[in-house]
């Protein structure tokens, strides 16, 4: 794959107790060090003109104050210091090249995946929240739409928390296919089945709150039956993947079980839903606080692309999760095949 990164996403440092570190990137290039055709691409940090397009010009102008200034606690979980706003403009650079690069054509071995931070996906177009400033995946997006040849974008993040930045942001717009799976109750507390869209968004936001336990099983079938039927249906010509690690089983703030593995699988289950809708395909970094997870379970997306086959998971689904599935298919008219 080809990796967009930044020193630059080091500065930004929230303090030594901080999940969300500098060392998160450096334990992701550390287990990228070994394999076999990774290449690493700085792309230009963005400025506010591109920002703008998802969030409001008095909120960016306010959070560039507050980084002038010496920075400090936005709120209790989301710090920043005075170079975090040089960080924001590159983590945002990074995600709008992911997309640009996968729409000029690179997959496959070449396909981009951003690893900036701050990560992105909890900020919503007025306020920062839960270690997230700006909206890194649907900055992406939106100038996707408004340079390119491009009608719909297609998001799916499966960072173990609910995206309800990207949602909020997009959701009243048909142009924007969100989905999002996640672990029910846990922060933000928003991603509910019914949380669907309004307006001409109708139905193109949907919500995949799996219980804690979850493991690999229900959650490749949660993408393999509701999100591929309403991705097929909704035929993206930009597939953008909010990429967290932190519902891994060894991550230190979820409750979901996913294995290593599973992040092959769900690389290999996305990757044919681009192909079967012709849509481009990129990666950008959310969550993920284990450095060791991280260092695996970026490698093993990685390696998917370059050749690798992932090993498919036994065991049965779990009642629960089928409910949740027929639920959201219900939510969205999806006929789904679930025997
Ligand atoms: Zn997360």
Redesign the pocket.
């Known amino acids: 794959m080809q990796f967009g990164y930044s020193e630059t996403c080091l500065a930004h440092d929230p303090g030594a107790r901080h999940p969300e570190s500098p060392d998160r990137l450096r334990a992701i290039r550390e287990g990228l060090k070994r394999k076999h055709g990774v290449q690493y691409v700085e792309a230009d940090p963005v400025d506010v003109d591109v920002i703008d397009g998802v969030h409001d010009r008095d909120y960016l102008e306010s959070v560039r104050e507050f980084c002038a200034d010496g920075g400090g606690n936005w709120d209790p979980d989301t710090t920043a210091v005075e170079e975090t706003w040089d960080a924001v403009r590159y983590s945002a650079g990074q995600a709008c090249w992911a997309a640009e690069t996968a729409l000029d054509g690179d997959d496959g071995r070449e396909t981009p995946f951003s690893i900036g931070r701050p990560?992105g996906?909890h900020a919503v177009s007025d306020d920062a929240m839960?270690f997230c400033f700006v909206n890194n995946v649907a900055v992406a997006a939106q100038h996707a739409l408004e340079t390119r040849d491009v009608d719909r974008v297609a998001i799916v993040d499966w960072?173990?928390?609910h995206g309800n930045g990207t949602q909020d942001i997009f959701y009243d717009r048909g142009d924007v296919f969100f989905a999002s799976i996640h672990e029910q109750g846990l922060y933000p507390g928003t991603g509910a089945v019914e949380e669907t869209g309004e307006g001409s968004g109708e139905g193109a936001t949907m919500n995949l709150p799996m219980p804690a336990g979850t493991d690999d099983r229900d959650y490749l079938e949660a993408v393999e039956g509701p999100i591929a039927t309403a991705l097929e249906a909704y035929d993206p010509d930009l597939l953008l993947i909010s990429a967290?690690f932190?519902a891994h089983r060894h991550d230190p703030?979820?409750r979901i079980r996913l294995s290593t593995e599973a992040y092959a699988l769900l690389t290999d289950r996305l990757r044919g839903i681009a192909d079967r809708t012709d849509a481009a395909l990129g990666f950008v970094l959310?969550?993920?606080y284990g450095l060791d997870v991280l260092a695996d379970t970026v490698a093993l997306v990685h390696e998917t692309f370059d050749g690798r086959e992932p090993i498919e998971p036994d065991g049965d689904r779990s009642p629960d999760a089928v409910e949740l599935l027929e639920e959201v298919a219900a939510a969205h008219d999806l006929e789904l095949d679930l025997d």
């Open positions: 990560p996906h839960g960072d173990v928390h967290g932190d703030i979820s959310e969550g993920g």
